[in-house]
């Protein structure tokens, strides 16, 4: 079992940066991949990035790559998600998830923190 809190949203306008966290319980945390994930007002969530267990392996969504990094501490039991030249349409509650190493889908989410970016 694993629980996800994130933190790090708020509001910041257009080109700004924000770096978003997320905790992990427990002390496997090292053998999760972990995921970001967004759902803007009105439409589906959506993958944004994900690393995998030794961050060997890290992969963005078209519309964030060159923007945003995804990055973990595995001795803080922790993910992070820097985000940089911030864009209204980047506006979502933004969540993170993890997946059990060698997994197929992400079994554990976050309740979400709020971002908001105006223009």
């Known amino acids: 079992q694993v629980q996800l809190v994130e933190s790090g949203g708020g509001l910041v306008q257009a080109g700004g940066s924000l770096r978003l966290s997320c905790a992990a319980s427990?002390?496997?945390?090292?053998?999760?991949?972990m995921g970001w994930f967004r759902r803007a007002p009105g439409k589906e969530r959506e993958f944004v990035a994900e690393?995998?267990?030794?961050?060997?392996?890290?992969a963005y969504a078209a519309s964030v790559k060159g923007r945003f990094t995804i990055s973990r501490d595995n001795a803080k039991n922790t993910v992070y998600l820097q985000m940089n030249s911030l864009k209204p349409e980047d506006t979502a509650v933004y969540y993170c998830?993890?997946?059990?190493?060698?997994?197929?889908?992400?079994?554990?989410w976050g309740q979400g923190t709020q971002v908001t970016v105006s223009s």
């Open positions: 998830a993890a997946r059990a190493k060698f997994g197929y889908m992400y079994d554990y």
């Open positions: 427990g002390r496997t945390f090292s053998s999760y991949d």
């Open positions: 690393i995998n267990w030794s961050a060997g392996s890290i």
